[in-house]
């Protein structure tokens, strides 16, 4: 990006005040994130990028929708990253037989008691690894898509807020089809990314086995990962990426994007007003970890495939060609004039 197309997005002179007092708190989470990355890439090698865009959906306070093949280091991820922010973790394997009580957790009779109590499930969580969910069937899927977006559990009339931070890391397997329950489109959509992974090259997977071939047990040991930062720190990080300010300029952009989706030949349906709010709040993230306390459209580019592949449909003439939603989405965005001035 040139220096013109930086300054004429920058804050006015109107502004120069409240951008005084942003300065130093988007370089405090350009900061924090570079703590917690550097610990938790002592032990998770070679996806350098997905650990970053987990990151940036937890601090816009979204939920992740990860696609990969098994033994990409998923369940390593979310553990490491729980480990160094000093969040509680879960972790739930989705099978046919799950049930949503599973989930959220039910009452029991306490028979000292003599009366009913409530067992939170594995939901009462900071991180949770949702693992393979497509292989629970949809009533469990709706369950945890409920938690997801209200951030409580009712049961019974009662509701129980769910902790802060709350962050749900889905995971699929796109090879194996049998015994799954695709989400329906409109599950997804309540996820702010969906992620895919795929192979380290030679050094990186080299390094992935010299650190299990210096590992004294079967695993790697997380217990000598440093807890870094809290999860009250997360949080004040969380309440500084909402102050990065938006130029109307790149609201139309973002605007224009998600628009462009809608009529693009290949797509039968296109993103939600939805895509754009995600957009939004995952860029604004991404610039204050560039230590920047204004959005740039760079921010939007970084992030967009990542809000928007999951909220997109392919026409029936697209698939038989063998086009994927990346491919479409690209042209789509390649083809919206980026504001300069």
Aim: with cysteine.
């Amino acid at each position: 990006m040139n220096d013109d197309f930086q300054t004429a997005l920058s804050p006015s002179d109107s502004t120069a005040h409240e951008t005084a007092e942003l300065a130093p708190r988007a370089q405090a989470v350009a900061d924090w994130v570079k703590r917690v990355l550097g610990e938790v890439e002592s032990v998770f090698v070679g996806q350098s990028d997905l650990a970053r865009q987990v990151l940036v959906a937890l601090l816009a306070g979204g939920h992740v929708l990860l696609e990969s093949v098994p033994g990409l280091g998923k369940t390593l991820l979310v553990r490491a990253l729980a480990r160094v922010l000093g969040c509680q973790f879960q972790r739930i394997q989705f099978t046919p037989d799950l049930m949503p009580s599973d989930v959220t957790g039910s009452h029991i009779y306490d028979e000292r008691a003599g009366d009913f109590r409530f067992r939170p499930g594995p939901v009462f969580t900071q991180l949770l690894l949702a693992d393979e969910i497509n292989r629970a069937p949809a009533k469990t899927h709706s369950a945890l898509l409920e938690v997801m977006e209200e951030r409580r559990v009712t049961i019974d009339g009662v509701a129980r807020p769910i902790e802060q931070p709350f962050l749900v890391l889905a995971t699929q397997n796109p090879i194996e089809s049998e015994g799954t329950y695709n989400l329906p489109e409109a599950q997804l959509d309540r996820f702010l990314f969906k992620l895919l992974i795929d192979y380290p090259d030679a050094a990186r997977e080299t390094e992935i086995l010299r650190l299990h071939a210096l590992a004294s047990g079967l695993e790697l040991d997380l217990e000598r990962l440093a807890m870094v930062t809290s999860p009250e720190e997360l949080l004040a990080m969380r309440a500084a990426c909402t102050r990065v300010l938006v130029d109307d300029r790149v609201l139309a952009y973002v605007s224009a994007l998600v628009r462009q989706t809608r009529n693009w030949p290949g797509l039968a349906v296109g993103a939600s007003p939805r895509a754009g709010v995600a957009i939004l709040r995952a860029g604004r993230v991404v610039a204050a970890i560039e230590g920047r306390d204004f959005l740039l459209p760079d921010d939007v580019q970084e992030i967009a495939l990542a809000a928007l592949r999951h909220r997109v449909m392919l026409t029936p003439e697209a698939e038989i060609e063998g086009r994927t939603p990346d491919q479409l989405l690209l042209e789509a965005i390649r083809s919206v004039e980026v504001p300069l001035r």
